[in-house]
Nanobody, 124 residues
Framework: VQLQASGGGLVQAGGSLRLSCAASGRTFSGVDMAWFRQTPGKDREFVAAIIRRGGTYYSNSVKGRFTISRDNAKNTVYLEMNSLKPEDTAVYYC???????????????????WGQGTEVTVSS
């Protein structure tokens, strides 16, 4: 599975962005997907996941502001980010694997395929 993330950019606090992650190399409907983010000097952080066995999951820091969705016809997963805060500034990575169990969706090690990252900067 190859992943290509896009949609990052510079936005003011309170604004919105939509990230996209296009997948290729395997039937898209047959993979589970997630978004993670990372800032310099910090560990990679789980953001959201959408899996076929359990629906959607969000970190507490983004719940209610971010929405993960997928379009199987376009082989793409989206992350709609609203009410952005400066602390959302990070490089965002999409991740995928064939089957991800609900109890490990928040763990980066559960995903074997990663995109190249797209940078999001939220100014105050």
């Amino acid at each position: 599975v190859q992943l290509q993330a896009s949609g990052g950019g510079l936005v003011q606090a309170g604004g919105s962005l939509r990230l996209s992650c296009a997948a290729s190399g395997r039937t898209f409907s047959g993979v589970d997907m997630a978004w993670f983010r990372q800032t310099p000097g910090k560990d990679r952080e789980f953001v959201a996941a959408i899996i076929r066995r359990g629906g959607t999951y969000y970190s507490n820091s983004v719940k209610g502001r971010f929405t993960i969705s997928r379009d199987n016809a376009k082989n793409t997963v989206y992350l709609e980010m609203n009410s952005l805060k400066p602390e959302d500034t990070a490089v965002y990575y999409c991740a995928a694997d064939l089957v991800v169990s609900p109890h490990v969706v928040r763990h980066g090690n559960a995903y074997n395929y990663w995109g190249q990252g797209t940078e999001v900067t939220v100014s105050s």
